[in-house]
């Protein structure tokens, strides 16, 4: 009778979990977009194995900021940019906003150029690719609900298995690979610093900070679903990591090993085929378009939760276009643009790629300190303001950032 009851209090524990599932996991597999697919395999492809623990470092930031993002949207019921607007002030508001959205353009771009290298692979031109990848993306978003659209971000992030299968197919120094995620080490060159930005700017990402508040909003999430949630962000969280560290091995053990440099995720594919065979190529390839997709999704609805929380007309995907014209109209603003500037001919697109990275890291350091503002207030939190050690870890990893981002701007100045 004990082993029935415990077998219903399970099931029913698993049940809820999925009922709340959602926000954690899209949010941080959206993270392993083309551009993080390519920084991770610039990564790899350079350096081996000797800095897989700045992704490790990476994980542990995105992780304590997506619970915090994830438990303050759920606490307030707003986005991150309203509170900002809210608490510091119209100009911090906007300025946020506007931030933001220019990042959100650079990573966007950087998502279609995803879709072009990779299909180039398949013989596809980038005229064909980027409008197709853009009406789908459009398409999804402007005739589902809210159900139907959560279903299919759960289906793209599917195609993420294939990175894992393309690692083990690669056959790398698996001591080797824990070695360099445990023990931190790196040249103090201006190339390694400028990685390891990168890395933390792909990995925990502005966009995937108000994106994972604002859909725990649109989510109807309450207070009693925060357990359930926190087990969403860390699930997400170490996904991104796995996907990530296999396609850092991946590289490491195939390219870095052979001493051949890269560019972009595309050179990568390309120069895993005669190194580990066909399939490895396609699966690395496949995984990018499904990585792209899955992103192109993600941040123009990030942007959009932005722009309508600034100007206090909050939207839900529920809402129909008439009923929410800015909120979907910012959405298809910034997909057009954003395919627009990967069509123009000579538009460098490795520069777009990993330059939007690092411009995330920068951009990164205001949003952290308005997040741990608000988590410590007690007006907007009441009970759940961070406790004064949780602060401590937050303020820790704000000085990583910054200290990244000063070692990045003294080696370009010098």
């Not at 065979?277 to 499904?290: D, K, M, S």
């Amino acid at each position: 009778m004990t082993t029935d009851v415990r077998s219903v209090q399970k099931r029913a524990a698993l049940l809820a979990f999925l009922a709340v599932m959602g926000p954690g996991v899209i949010a941080g597999l959206s993270d392993d977009d083309p551009a993080g697919i390519t920084t991770y395999s610039v990564l790899g492809a350079k350096y081996g194995y000797q800095m897989i623990w700045t992704l490790v470092v990476s994980t542990v930031a995105l992780i304590l900021f997506q619970d915090l993002g994830a438990r303050i949207g759920v606490v307030t019921r707003q986005g991150l940019i309203g509170l900002i607007r809210q608490k510091y002030g119209a100009r911090a508001g906007a300025l946020s906003a506007t931030a933001l959205l220019f990042a959100n353009l650079g990573t966007m771009s950087a998502e279609f150029a995803g879709i072009a290298a990779a299909g180039q692979l398949f013989g596809l031109t980038k005229y064909v690719s980027v409008p197709l990848a853009a009406i789908v993306v459009s398409f999804l978003v402007l005739r589902g609900n809210f159900g139907n659209i959560e279903r299919v971000f759960f289906i793209l992030s599917a195609v993420f298995v294939a990175y894992i299968i393309s690692g083990f197919l690669a056959h790398p120094d698996w001591g080797s690979a824990v070695r360099g995620s445990v023990v931190p080490t790196m040249p103090l060159t201006g190339d390694a610093v400028y990685i390891a930005t990168a890395t933390l700017g792909t990995t925990l990402a502005p966009w995937g900070l108000t994106f994972i508040q604002s859909y725990a909003v649109d989510k109807r999430l309450t207070r009693d679903d925060l357990r359930h949630l926190r087990l969403d962000v860390w699930v997400g969280s170490l996904l991104t990591a796995i996907i990530g560290f296999f396609v850092i091995v991946t590289c490491a053990a195939t390219l870095h090993r052979e001493g051949i440099t890269i560019n972009d995720a595309s050179d990568a594919a390309r120069a895993l085929k005669p190194l580990a065979g066909a399939l490895a190529q396609q699966l690395f390839a496949v995984g990018l378009i499904g990585a792209a997709l899955l992103a192109a999704s993600i941040l123009p609805l990030s942007t959009a939760y932005a722009i309508s929380d600034l100007t206090g007309r909050p939207a839900a995907l529920d809402d129909s276009p008439s009923e929410a014209p800015l909120f979907y109209g910012t959405f298809m603003a910034v997909t057009v643009i954003a395919a627009a500037m990967i069509l123009v001919p000579g538009m460098p697109l490795v520069t777009v790629l990993v330059a939007s990275q690092v411009l995330n890291a920068v951009l990164l350091l205001p949003l952290m300190f308005y997040m741990y503002g608000i988590s410590a207030d007690e007006r907007l939190m009441g009970e759940y303001r961070s406790s004064r050690v949780m602060r401590g870890w937050y303020v820790a990893f704000i000085v990583i950032v910054s200290m990244c981002i000063a070692a990045m701007a003294w080696f370009s100045w010098h």
